[in-house]
Nanobody
């Protein structure tokens, strides 16, 4: 059974940076495109960034130029480098497979709060 564990969130001031990690265990990793999602209070979960097994990346317009997604297939770990953070980036961040047909159970997520 695949398990995803997100970490690295916290409280940061506007303009600051954070790096999130997502450790996968119990299943295949390299063959799947992976993604970061976020859910702000009162809003639906949204796609933030995605990366293919070959390293191809894609970003939501709201984070382009500020966030960078990467993966280490040997460690089965997904990363999200977040720079120039804004209050509107405040949310719980989750990782999962990009293809909804093979998506696994959501982890607990990691809280990111951007506030002065």
């Amino acid at each position: 059974q695949v398990q995803l564990v997100e970490s690295g969130g916290g409280l940061v001031q506007p303009g600051g940076s954070l790096t999130l990690s997502c450790a996968a265990s119990g299943g295949a990793f390299t063959v799947y495109s992976m993604a970061w999602y976020r859910q702000a209070p009162g809003k639906q979960r949204e796609l933030v960034a995605a990366i293919g097994g070959n390293g191809y990346t894609n970003y939501a317009d709201s984070v382009k130029g500020r966030f960078a997604i990467s993966r280490d297939n040997t460690k089965k770990t997904l990363y999200l480098q977040m720079n120039a953070l804004k209050p509107e980036d405040t949310a719980v961040y989750y990782c999962n497979r990009l293809d909804t047909r093979v998506r696994v159970s959501w982890g607990q997520g990691t809280q990111v709060t951007v506030s002065s």
